[in-house]
């Protein structure tokens, strides 16, 4: 199935955390917390402004973000669990390039 949100929503996959922690402790499933960093799959055309144009969404497919606890609804789609929020419920993208650059 295609989706594409409308607006200023974006359609996000949650990212799984670690089953372990750095000391090599395995977290059950029943003390894990849900996730809040997320791949965007799919970005709205924009939210219009009070001129009446389109004003295009920071982030696009691809992109690792940071999100609420709480942000947006959750939606099941061909049997895959995504969230829909609006733009604003994003806190920030999270950019690997400085990782990269310590690993070469």
């Given at each position: 199935m295609k989706f594409r949100p409308l607006h200023d929503r974006v359609l996000v996959k949650r990212v799984e955390s670690q089953e372990k922690t750095a000391g090599g402790i395995i977290i059950p499933d029943t003390?894990?917390?849900k996730?809040?960093?997320g791949e965007v799959?799919?970005?709205g055309a924009g939210a219009r402004d009070e001129n009446g144009?389109?004003?295009p969404l920071d982030v696009k497919a691809g992109d690792r973000v940071l999100f609420g606890k709480w942000s947006g609804t959750e939606v099941?789609?061909?049997g895959v669990d995504y969230?829909?929020?609006k733009e604003s419920d994003i806190m920030g993208?999270?950019?690997d390039a400085g990782?990269?650059?310590k690993v070469a």
């Open positions: 003390a894990k917390e996730p809040m960093e799959i799919s970005v144009k389109i004003v099941k789609l061909d969230i829909i929020m993208i999270l950019d990782a990269k650059k």
